[in-house]
């Protein structure tokens, strides 16, 4: 008996990008649009009609913006959603503020380029609307945020010689669906002498920059976007831009990161696993390896690796995660030490 496919209702004003969207999901066998609207009162007369399994929404739309009509949808009939936003600067604090109202995935609205950026942007959006449908809704609570102050063989070089010794800790991080609530929690209860952390948070070009400096008017900590030769210290978080791969480096005792661009790994750029593995080869033991909420296998394969390489490594447990897929996958393989709640991550890792 085949699956039945995931339905889906497209909200955009635009009837270009409707049409670019539909066109674009209809290529996934797994993916059926059902309906589109070019506002949400139509949205909300196609929802009345056919419930969707998930909706892409856009937020800046006539009548009734799309923020608006997200918190309704959370309050009254919960059902997953995916922002599909362009890069305007503005729009992408509207966007996490839709995060924070339950949206589950933010991807960049397919624009034209060359074809492969045109398969990399279907890729993206496919994956963000089959984890829309795994993923576990909470009900909207109301808000407690403060406002912020403005395969990897093909990335990863050769391990250099022998490194100068050092018992610096390195905290490395995982995350997707779910990722960037859950990445809050845990950074905003670590205090500012932590240990260096780096982190893969799949999320499109230009929006990891406005997360970072978002977490960064949350926490103790430091956190930023990084960028190469950044240094891992004590206090900081480096997050790898969106569209570039990260890695973990070491020149003698000091630790840096290089950002680099390559192919797609486990689907993604950045990639949980590319930012692992390297932390397996040149961190070995002295780091922590912590996998987050998220579908797929990203980090699977590095966390086993880290593991292997003497690393600690935890994941999120089942109950907390809003999709269950990269932890349960790197547990399968057996890179993990430790599963906890994600209120339990940050003191673990203390």
């Given at each position: 008996?085949?699956?039945?496919?995931?339905?889906?209702?497209?909200?955009?004003?635009?009837?270009?990008?409707?049409?670019?969207?539909?066109?674009?999901?209809?290529?996934?066998?797994?993916?059926?649009?059902?309906?589109?609207?070019?506002?949400?009162?139509?949205?909300?007369?196609?929802?009345?009609?056919?419930?969707?399994?998930?909706?892409?929404?856009?937020?800046?739309?006539?009548?009734?913006?799309?923020?608006?009509f997200l918190k309704k949808i959370m309050s009254q009939h919960p059902i997953p959603v995916v922002i599909c936003?362009?890069?305007a600067g503005e729009g992408t604090q509207s966007a996490f503020k839709a995060l924070e109202y339950g949206a589950v995935e933010i991807v960049t609205k397919p624009r034209m380029g060359t074809k492969q950026f045109i398969e990399d942007s279907r890729i993206d959006i496919c994956n963000a609307v089959k984890a829309?449908?795994?993923?576990?809704?909470?009900?909207?609570?109301?808000?407690?945020?403060?406002?912020?102050?403005?395969?990897?063989?093909?990335?990863?070089?050769?391990?250099?010689?022998?490194?100068?010794?050092?018992?610096?800790?390195?905290?490395?991080?995982g995350a997707s669906t779910g990722g960037t609530e859950a990445l809050k929690t845990v950074l905003?209860?670590?205090?500012?002498?932590?240990?260096?952390?780096?982190i893969v948070q799949h999320m499109p070009e230009l929006f990891t920059r406005a997360f970072a400096a978002?977490?960064?008017?949350?926490?103790?900590?430091?956190?930023?976007?990084?960028?190469?030769?950044?240094?891992?210290?004590?206090?900081?978080?480096?997050?790898?831009?969106?569209?570039?791969?990260?890695?973990?480096?070491?020149?003698?005792?000091?630790?840096?990161?290089?950002?680099?661009d390559g192919p797609l790994v486990c689907r993604h750029r950045p990639s949980v696993d590319v930012l692992f593995r390297s932390a397996a080869r040149y961190a070995g033991q002295n780091a922590l390896g912590v996998i987050l909420t998220g579908m797929g296998d990203d980090g699977a394969r590095?966390?086993?690796?880290?593991?292997?390489?003497?690393?600690?490594?935890?994941?999120?447990?089942?109950?907390?995660c809003v999709v269950f897929g990269m932890p349960k996958e790197a547990i399968k393989a057996g890179g993990v030490d430790k599963i906890l709640p994600l209120n339990s991550v940050a003191a673990a890792i203390l």
């Open positions: 008996m085949s699956t039945p496919k995931i339905r889906v209702l497209i909200v955009d004003d635009s009837a270009v990008v409707r049409q670019t969207l539909r066109d674009v999901l209809d290529s996934d066998p797994e993916i059926e649009v059902i309906a589109t609207a070019g506002d949400p009162f139509v949205a909300a007369d196609r929802i009345s009609e056919q419930v969707p399994d998930v909706i892409t929404l856009d937020i800046e739309m006539p009548r009734m913006d799309g923020l608006t936003s362009s890069l829309a449908a795994q993923a576990r809704l909470r009900p909207l609570r109301p808000s407690q945020t403060v406002e912020p102050k403005l395969n990897a063989d093909c990335i990863l070089s050769p391990a250099s010689h022998a490194m100068a010794e050092t018992t610096e800790k390195v905290v490395a991080i905003e209860m670590l205090p500012a002498d932590t240990p260096g952390i780096v978002r977490l960064d008017g949350l926490c103790n900590i430091t956190v930023k976007e990084a960028e190469t030769n950044d240094t891992v210290i004590r206090g900081r978080a480096l997050i790898a831009p969106g569209n570039h791969h990260m890695l973990l480096k070491r020149s003698g005792a000091r630790y840096y990161v290089e950002i680099k590095g966390m086993l690796e880290m593991k292997q390489a003497g690393a600690y490594t935890i994941a999120q447990d089942e109950a907390t």
